[in-house]
T-cell receptor, first 114, second 113 residues
Framework: KQEVTQIPAALSVPEGENLVLNCSFTDSAIYNLQWFRQDPGKGLTSLLLIQSSQREQTSGRLNASLDKSSGRSTLYIAASQPGDSATYLCAVINVSGSARQLTFGSGTQLTVLP | DADVTQTPRNRITKTGKRIMLECSQTKGHDRMYWYRQDPGLGLQLIYYSFDVKDINKGEISDGYSVSRQAQAKFSLSLESAIPNQTALYFC????????????FGDGTRLSIL
């Protein structure tokens, strides 16, 4: 069974810092990996989707990398801002099984201090 | 995401009651999903539907049922609610294809007393 782990569970940084969030998964047979942002009282917003054949995706100040063979992904946030404060979740879609379902990590709660 | 609307946003009810959570979408997606989220945990898939005639169980379907009334509507029912079903429930949609991102509603906070 696929397991997705995110470390650390919480992170606090001063404004302006560059930071990296980590995601690891146990089964490397995946179709893709998605990074989401969750704000309090809100649903999830898809940030980046990396297909299994890709190494990275970029959107603005965000860059996500994928190393499928080692079961790792990182989300890099450049020049962090207080508005980046949220919980960040990663999720994978597995090749095995009939269900094209997302398996989620438990998230990293990010606080960017002004 | 205003394109995926969940009702109600909050609900408090008693053990044994039947509850229905509704989800509607204006994105024109065929695929719809129901998840629950418990504090400090990721989301777990309850049920999913790839089109109007397709219903599939997810990881944690026991105690839940769903109905796909139309392409745009997917409802989740708790036939006899119990306290450990207290959670945040999310509906999501996606276009066809494995590499399509999922789009989420704002969630329903459900408390079972």
């Amino acid at each position: 069974k696929q397991e997705v782990t995110q470390i650390p569970a919480a992170l606090s940084v001063p404004e302006g810092e560059n930071l990296v969030l980590n995601c690891s998964f146990t089964d490397s047979a995946i179709y893709n990996l998605q990074w989401f942002r969750q704000d309090p009282g809100k649903g999830l917003t898809s940030l980046l989707l990396i297909q299994s054949s890709q190494r990275e995706q970029t959107s603005g100040r965000l860059n996500a990398s994928l190393d499928k063979s080692s079961g790792r992904s990182t989300l890099y946030i450049a020049a962090s801002q207080p508005g980046d404060s949220a919980t960040y979740l990663c999720a994978v879609i597995n090749v095995s099984g009939s269900a094209r379902q997302l398996t989620f990590g438990s998230g990293t709660q990010l606080t960017v201090l002004p | 995401d205003a394109d995926v609307t969940q009702t109600p946003r909050n609900r408090i009810t008693k053990t044994g009651k039947r509850i229905m959570l509704e989800c509607s979408q204006t994105k024109g997606h065929d695929r719809m999903y129901w998840y629950r989220q418990d504090p400090g945990l990721g989301l777990q898939l309850i049920y999913y539907s790839f089109d109007v005639k397709d219903i599939n169980k997810g990881e944690i379907s026991d105690g839940y049922s769903v109905s796909r009334q139309a392409q745009a509507k997917f409802s989740l029912s708790l036939e006899s609610a119990i306290p450990n079903q207290t959670a945040l429930y999310f509906c999501a949609t996606s276009d066809d294809g494995t590499n399509q991102p999922q789009h989420f509603g704002d969630g329903t906070r459900l408390s079972i007393l």
